[in-house]
């Protein structure tokens, strides 16, 4: 967004409060109103409570709901906002709702308010919504959305055309509507490209596509999710176990499941979790410190190793110069090597053929750049000290640190998925702190085997 364009925004944003403050009712609808639902939401989240109030007088419970379904605000704060109204307006704001959002916000909401609003609500309505409040979270079922188009497979595209145009309003999406028999079973899908390109009289059944993909409401988010990727849909038909159709799933969830996934994803490769953070940087530090607790715990066994090896080290007190660079490789590698297999099990690359060819790919990657980064060591070290097995012990110790580092990194994550841990939990603190145990005994392996060579006995 250009600066200009912001700047305009801000000046607008400036007059809409103001309108507020001064209750202006007309003015503030007027200038409201003609922003970009996005836009006035961004403008909500601004709002303190009184001036929150008054927006709920000004604006009707369907302009409400329009706000609340683009709003990027925690689900548990619009959860709050209910509260901030009438039952009966929080009630109409929530069946003017797409049933999904809905849904998200009300999972938060209290259990006496809940029943509150569900009581005031049409009853079919409240039905779907007590519905998918069951359903387990992150599953297909608790993302769908309850308002799609779907048609009969003896009925003509003219007949079809109008069921459309009848219920385009309350629909999601109308790009794509769906087949269904008597039973209620998903049989065909159409999009309204189809529709518009036949002939009014050509029956449903003839033009309709089938086999469908569809996804079963008990299905990880995940899943559906890469799905949704890998074939390029706009949206997708959720089933019960019967077949039977009872939603479908929109790009724009799948986009707040690849996010909400990436920023998982991201605190556990980071060892702290970014959705968390407050402006309270005691509250950060508790937070940071429990999950620094297993590296803490890993980097006594560091100290207590080089501890064990005090005798060597005081005979050759040069192997302390290069302490840091070791571990400082081999954990840097493992971090990496951990990303990569992360990476690969979020895109589904879990079949025993990727397992193998990612712990090889990985192994020899580390082999290389281990051997690359060893002979330049050995190099700088001969050189720099004029004791060339010196260079070589580290050498060695570094292809041989960073080789296992790679190795730790990719199959640690994929031992986690196969018991159906988050991969991610084994976070880049983690890896990197194991490496540094397992590099400090490598290094100091070897240079014991070759110690007389390097300190003139």
């Known amino acids: 967004m250009s600066t200009e364009i912001q700047n305009e925004l801000e000046k607008m944003r400036v007059k809409i409060i103001a309108n507020l403050d001064e209750q202006k009712a007309h003015d ?30 000004y604006l009707t419970p369907d302009e409400v709901g329009e706000i609340f379904n683009v709003s990027e605000e925690e689900p548990a704060l619009l959860a709050g906002y209910f509260e901030e109204m009438t039952p009966r307006y929080a009630a109409q704001v929530i069946n003017s709702m797409y049933t999904d959002n809905a849904v998200d916000i009300l999972a938060f909401a209290k259990k006496k ?48 055309m109008h069921i459309i ?11 794509y509507i769906y087949v269904i028999d008597d039973e209620e079973k998903l049989v065909g899908v159409l999009t309204l490209r189809d529709l518009l390109t036949n002939d009014d009289d050509i029956m449903i059944s003839d033009i309709m596509n089938t086999p469908v993909m569809s996804v079963q409401v008990t299905e990880d988010q995940e899943e ?12 997708l038909p959720v089933t019960d176990y019967d077949d039977k159709l009872i939603g479908i799933i929109n790009v724009d969830d799948i986009i707040d499941v690849i996010d909400e996934e990436s920023t998982e994803d991201f605190s556990g490769l980071a060892g702290v979790d970014t959705e968390q953070g407050t402006d309270n940087p005691f509250m950060n530090a508790w937070t940071r410190f429990r999950s620094s607790a297993l590296p803490l715990f890993l980097g006594f066994i560091t100290i207590l190793l080089v501890e064990h090896y005090e005798n060597l080290i005081n005979k050759a007190t040069i192997l302390a110069v290069f302490i840091s660079m070791i571990t400082g490789a081999a954990g840097n590698a493992g971090t990496q090597s951990l990303a990569v297999a992360v990476k690969r ?8 053929t990727s397992w193998f060819s990612t712990i090889l790919n990985e192994t020899l990657t580390g082999v290389i750049v281990g051997f690359c980064s060893g002979l330049i060591i050995w190099g700088i070290v001969g050189v720099w000290k004029a004791n060339f097995v010196l ?7 570094m292809l041989c640190a960073i080789t296992f580092a790679n190795l730790v990194g990719c199959v640690i994550p994929m031992l986690m998925d196969k018991v159906n841990l988050n991969p991610s939990i084994a976070s880049g603190p983690f890896i990197s702190t194991l490496s540094d145990v397992t590099s400090l005994l490598i290094y100091f ?6 110690l007389k060579f390097f300190i003139g006995q």
């Not at 001036?51 to 709920?56: L, M, N």
């Not at 049409?122 to 998918?132: K, L, N, Y």
């Not at 392996?445 to 070759?450: D, H």
């Open 28 to 57: 503030f609808r007027i200038a409201f109103l003609d922003l970009h639902v996005y836009e006035q939401a961004q403008i909500f989240a601004d709002l303190n409570v009184a001036q929150r109030a008054r927006v709920y007088r």
């Open 113 to 160: 308010n809940l029943a509150k609003y569900l009581k005031l609500i049409p009853s079919e309505d409240a039905s779907e919504i007590r519905e998918m409040l069951h359903y387990e979270d992150k599953t297909a079922g608790a993302i769908m959305s309850t308002e799609y188009v779907d048609i009969v497979g003896n009925q003509t595209v003219r007949s079809a």
């Open 165 to 175: 145009k009848s219920e385009a309003l309350e629909a999601e999406t109308i790009y």
């Open 224 to 235: 559906v999710a890469q799905t949704i990727k890998d074939y390029n849909f706009l949206a």
């Open 345 to 352: 099990i979020a895109n589904n690359d879990d079949q025993e």
């Open 391 to 397: 260079g070589f012990v580290i050498g060695v110790a």
């Open 445 to 450: 392996s070897f240079a014991s085997m070759f």
